[in-house]
Nanobody, 125 residues
Framework: VQLQASGGGLVQPGGSLRLSCEVSGRTLSSYTIAWFRQALGKEREFVAG????????FYADSVKGRFTISRENAKNTVYLRMNSLKSEDTAVYYC???????????????????WGQGTLVTVSS
C-alpha cells in the first residue's frame, strides 16, 4: 500500500488550500484515512479522518468548521480542504491509512500503519 500526499504550499492567513492523498494498493472502502500534521518542534497531531465505511468523518476541534475531508472513490483519493488558514496551521501534513482502527482509536496515530511522505503547508504573509 502506498499513499502519496500532495498540494502543500505557501498561503496567506485567511486563505485556502486543498491537499490530496492518492492511495494505491487498497480501496478506500476498506480503509480508514486520516490526516495528521507536525509543526516544527511539536508532536504530530491528528487533524481529520474518514472512516472506512459510510460517510463518517471526524475532526480535531482546532480545525472543525474550517477543514473538510472528502474522498473520490473513482480516483482512490482523499482530499483535505483547508479554509480560513491561520499561522498555527503551518506544519507538514501527512495522510495515513489503517484497516484496524475503531471508533475509539480513530484519532490515535499509533493505529495507523501506512503513511504518506508528507506535504508542507506554510501559512504566512
Amino acid at each position: 500500500v502506498q499513499l502519496q500526499a500532495s498540494g502543500g504550499g505557501l498561503v496567506q492567513p485567511g486563505g485556502s488550500l486543498r491537499l490530496s492523498c492518492e492511495v494505491s494498493g487498497r480501496t478506500l472502502s476498506s480503509y480508514t484515512i486520516a490526516w495528521f500534521r507536525q509543526a516544527l518542534g511539536k508532536e504530530r497531531e491528528f487533524v481529520a479522518g474518514f472512516f472506512r465505511s459510510g460517510s463518517n468523518t471526524f475532526y480535531a476541534d482546532s480545525v472543525k468548521g474550517r477543514f473538510t475531508i472528502s474522498r473520490e472513490n473513482a480516483k482512490n483519493t482523499v482530499y483535505l480542504r483547508m479554509n480560513s488558514l491561520k499561522s498555527e496551521d503551518t506544519a507538514v501534513y501527512y495522510c495515513a491509512g489503517s484497516t484496524r482502527v475503531i471508533m475509539t482509536t480513530r484519532r490515535n496515530q499509533l493505529y495507523y500503519d501506512d503513511w504518506g511522505q508528507g506535504t508542507l503547508v506554510t501559512v504566512s504573509s
